[in-house]
């Protein structure tokens, strides 16, 4: 079982709608991740927070408004969606940001399947 | 130019046979690791096995192995007796210690395990 969970599952909204996705992490990690995935593509990387403070916004368009309220949670607040952006979202967390000899490896949840009508 | 390829789009296997996913990496760092993640269809991201430029033995997971070939720039997962449960999209990708957390995806092998 993923040690990385994530709430809820599936989310179905409207484009005035506003929701958010939840992430929650026991690890210990002070790294964690949101990503996209479209269908049969690879996760493509969103936002990384490090120590509770935002690291990398790769350029995401503001209607995704990530927050890391302590070192285990990382939300994702979406406001004024379009159908495009749905998608699956992965949260992902790892002990640090930095690469590492030893790796660092990514550990993911299960997913948000997010759609938007 | 593609950092990350993975060659094979869908690859079926009989159960209880072995079978290997290329992926083959291109990078100009002398620290990076390789990664191979399982991803059902329910969508979780699984990872299965990490192997580190400076490790000198291939990496080994229960079923996994990695056959990291440096000078090839190769980092294959070897599945030994495929189980049904195996079928998956698998994802190779890699991490450069100059991209610090971003990891690089090649675009995945859609595997089918046939009884």
């Known amino acids: 079982d993923t040690e990385v969970t994530q709430t809820p599952k599936h989310l179905v909204m409207g484009m005035t709608n506003k929701k958010s996705l939840k992430c929650e992490q026991h690890?210990?990690?002070?790294?964690m991740y949101w990503y996209k995935q479209k269908a049969k593509k690879p996760p493509e990387l969103m936002f990384v927070?490090?120590?509770?403070?935002?690291?990398i916004n790769e350029s995401v368009p503001s209607r995704f408004s990530p927050e890391c309220p302590n070192s285990s949670l990382l939300n994702l607040h979406l406001h004024a969606l379009q159908p495009e952006d749905s998608a699956l979202y992965l949260c992902?967390?790892?002990?640090?940001?930095?690469?590492?000899?030893?790796?660092?490896?990514?550990?993911f949840g299960e997913g948000s399947w997010l759609t938007v009508v | 130019a593609q950092k990350i390829t993975q060659t094979q789009p869908g690859m079926f296997v009989q159960e209880k046979e072995a079978v290997t996913l290329d992926c083959t990496y291109d990078?100009?760092?002398?620290?990076?690791?390789l990664f191979w993640y399982k991803q059902p269809s329910s969508g979780e991201m699984i990872f299965l096995i990490y192997?580190?430029?400076?490790?000198?033995q291939n990496a080994t997971e229960g079923r996994y192995s990695l056959n990291f070939q440096k000078a090839r720039k190769s980092a294959n997962l070897v599945i030994s007796a495929s189980q049904l449960g195996d079928s998956a999209m698998y994802f190779c990708?890699?991490?450069?210690?100059?991209?610090?957390?971003?990891?690089?995806f090649g675009e995945g092998t859609q595997l089918t395990v046939n009884p």
């Open positions: 690890m210990g990690h002070r790294a």
């Open positions: 192997q580190g430029s400076y490790d000198e």
């Open positions: 990078t100009s760092d002398q620290s990076y690791g």
């Open positions: 927070y490090s120590y509770e403070k935002l690291s």
């Open positions: 990708a890699m991490r450069e210690r100059t991209s610090g957390s971003r990891l690089t």
């Open positions: 992902a967390s790892s002990q640090t940001e930095a690469a590492g000899r030893s790796g660092n490896t990514i550990y």
